[in-house]
């Protein structure tokens, strides 16, 4: 997920939409359908939060700042997992990073900017 999470972020305007999408690394690869998979972020000076979030399982979780504009989903042709943004505001600038664990192992995107003006 490391290279891949720096892919989607960028600067956008208020009402804007960004889809943000890692693809899973090959240690994760050969588990895929069985590893649980969340979008977090950060902003300068504000913890690391969980906005997303989608169990093997089938459960999903959702950040309630962010609840009917945020769509976490996944595409197990290609192994990746996504974030669709839609009527950004501008608290939701952060840094976004994508999130995978399986058989209690974590594992991190890089992370990428997103910025929304207003």
């Known amino acids: 997920l490391r290279s891949s999470c720096r892919r989607g972020g960028g600067l956008v305007q208020a009402g804007g939409s960004l889809r943000l999408s890692c693809k899973a690394s090959?240690?994760?690869?050969?588990?895929?359908?069985?590893?649980?998979f969340d979008w977090y972020r950060q902003a300068p000076g504000k913890q690391r939060d969980r906005v997303a979030g989608?169990?093997?399982?089938?459960?999903?979780y959702y950040e309630d700042s962010v609840k009917g504009r945020f769509t976490i989903s996944r595409d197990n042709n290609k192994k990746s997992v996504s974030l669709q943004m839609n009527s950004l505001k501008s608290e939701d600038s952060a840094v976004y990073y994508c999130?995978?664990?399986?058989?209690?192992?974590?594992?991190w995107g890089e992370g990428t900017l997103v910025t929304v003006s207003s």
């Open positions: 989608t169990s093997r399982d089938g459960s999903i």
């Open positions: 999130h995978a664990r399986h058989a209690g192992i974590d594992s």
């Open positions: 090959r240690m994760i690869l050969s588990t895929f359908w069985a590893t649980d």
